[in-house]
T-cell receptor, first 116, second 115 residues
Framework: AQKVTQAQTEISVVEKEDVTLDCVYETRDTTYYLFWYKQPPSGELVFLIRRNSFDEQNEISGRYSWNFQKSTSSFNFTITASQVVDSAVYFCALSVGGTSYGKLTFGQGTILTVHP | NAGVTQTPKFRILKIGQSMTLQCAQDMNHNYMYWYRQDPGMGLKLIYYSVGAGITDKGEVPNGYNVSRSTTEDFPLRLELAAPSQTSVYFC??????????????FGSGTQLSVL
């Protein structure tokens, strides 16, 4: 069975601070996919990134960056120079290859509040 | 292009009532899913479908039923609603294996309360 743990239930920062959201996953499969989704106050889920288990390169997209380390089963998400619009619930998720297409296992989410 | 459309947005049910949550997508996606999100929790998969006429159970299917008669529509049926089914329900779809592999497109959710 798969499991995703987001250790931080809530994080509160002041605008322009950097913030890292932690994600640790468990799976016995060698082929798997990791995701981050953002859920703003409006409620919809917005896809941020997908990473497969064979690609450990870190990725940067604007103020967002992701650090994938198979050795520690972690897929952490950093927001640089946070803004109020970053306030949301962030979910880390995992799916395994083959017939589990689209069947994501979600972490419980981290509520990020960015104060002006 | 509307994406994934869910109706209704809010609903209050009495214990024992039944209802159908509607979900439609206009992206010609083969795969569709129903997830539920309980307060302070991540999403859990209820049912999914890999194409018209094919459905299968997810992690928490008890108390629900689905059908997939067309590529576009994937309704979720609640029979004999119970307070434990109070949750936010999300429908999602994803394209066939390719460049957007496993990128789920979510609807805006249906907030359901069973009292």
């Amino acid at each position: 069975a798969q499991k995703v743990t987001q250790a931080q239930t809530e994080i509160s920062v002041v605008e322009k601070e950097d913030v890292t959201l932690d994600c640790v996953y468990e799976t016995r499969d060698t082929t798997y996919y990791l995701f981050w989704y953002k859920q703003p106050p409006s409620g919809e889920l917005v896809f941020l990134i997908r990473r497969n288990s064979f690609d450990e390169q870190n990725e940067i997209s604007g103020r967002y960056s992701w650090n994938f380390q198979k050795s520690t089963s972690s897929f952490n998400f950093t927001i640089t120079a946070s803004q109020v619009v970053d306030s949301a619930v962030y979910f880390c998720a995992l799916s395994v290859g083959g017939t589990s297409y689209g069947k994501l296992t979600f972490g419980q989410g981290t509520i990020l509040t960015v104060h002006p | 292009n509307a994406g994934v459309t869910q109706t209704p947005k809010f609903r209050i049910l009495k214990i024992g009532q039944s209802m159908t949550l509607q979900c439609a997508q206009d992206m010609n996606h083969n795969y569709m899913y129903w997830y539920r999100q309980d307060p302070g929790m991540g999403l859990k998969l209820i049912y999914y479908s890999v194409g018209a006429g094919i459905t299968d159970k997810g992690e928490v299917p008890n108390g629900y039923n689905v059908s997939r008669s067309t590529t576009e529509d994937f309704p979720l049926r609640l029979e004999l609603a119970a307070p434990s089914q109070t949750s936010v329900y999300f429908c999602a779809s994803s394209p066939p294996i390719g460049r957007e592999y496993e990128k789920l497109f979510f609807g805006s959710g249906t907030q359901l309360s069973v009292l």
